[in-house]
């Protein structure tokens, strides 16, 4: 079976600070790993993906993921948060299996 | 080029009454799911199908139905509502392999 566990349900950061959002998971075989992004009212939008290539994924709006097998981490980061980076975060496994999502990470940015 | 189209984005039921949220994709994968998300618990998969003629159940199937006749469409049926099935629902393709959820705008139900 697979989970993800988020750390965290809610991070708040200062505009223009480092953006540090942490999921560690579990997995029997190889994972593909999900960061998806979830503006208030709107559907959820993909981040970035781990497919067992690069371990160092880059993402859309500046964000980025390292995958460490020895840590079965997947950890999001961004050097400088902007205020349109509000929103919750969610990181998912999967492998030949559907995704499964962990509980979320709700990031506040204060100006 | 929609993606996947949820309809309809709102509705309040009242316990006991039944409906079917419908999803319709113009992309043509063959993997669709449906998740029901909950404040502070996430995504929760209640049904999913691999192709036209196949689903199966996930995590939370209780108290739904699904079916998939053609591979653009995924209802999901509600047949006897409940309060404990309030909560935003969404519905997502993929392609195969490696391919990432692509996910529709999601409905919003109430049930009173």
């Known amino acids: 079976a697979q989970s993800v566990t988020q750390l965290g349900s809610h991070v708040s950061v200062s505009e223009g600070a480092l953006v540090l959002l942490r999921c560690n998971y579990s997995?029997?075989?190889?994972?593909?790993l999900f960061w998806y992004v979830q503006y208030p009212n709107q559907g959820l939008q993909l981040l970035l993906k781990?497919?067992?290539?690069?371990?160092l994924v880059k993402g859309i709006n500046g964000f980025e993921a390292e995958f460490k097998k020895s840590e079965t981490s997947f950890h999001l980061t961004k050097p400088s948060a902007h205020m349109s980076d509000a929103a919750e975060y969610f990181c998912?496994?999967?492998?030949?299996?559907?995704?499964?999502f962990g509980k979320g990470t709700r990031l506040s940015v204060i100006a | 080029n929609a993606g996947v189209t949820q309809t309809p984005k709102f509705r309040i039921l009242k316990i006991g009454q039944s409906m079917t949220l419908q999803c319709a994709q113009d992309?043509?994968?063959?993997?669709m799911y449906w998740y029901r998300q909950d404040p502070g618990m996430g995504l929760k998969l209640i049904y999913y199908?691999?192709?036209?003629?196949?689903?199966d159940k996930g995590e939370v199937p209780n108290g739904y139905n699904v079916s998939r006749s053609t591979t653009e469409d995924f209802p999901l049926r509600l047949e006897l509502a409940a309060p404990s099935q309030t909560s935003v629902y969404f519905c997502?393709?993929?392609?195969?392999?490696?391919?990432?959820?692509?996910f529709g705008n999601g409905t919003r139900l109430t049930v009173t």
């Open positions: 781990y497919t067992s290539a690069a371990t």
């Open positions: 997995s029997s075989v190889p994972p593909y």
């Open positions: 199908s691999v192709g036209a003629g196949i689903t």
């Open positions: 997502a393709i993929r392609g195969g392999g490696d391919s990432p959820l692509h």
């Open positions: 998912a496994v999967s492998r030949n299996t559907p995704l499964v």
């Open positions: 992309m043509n994968h063959n993997y």
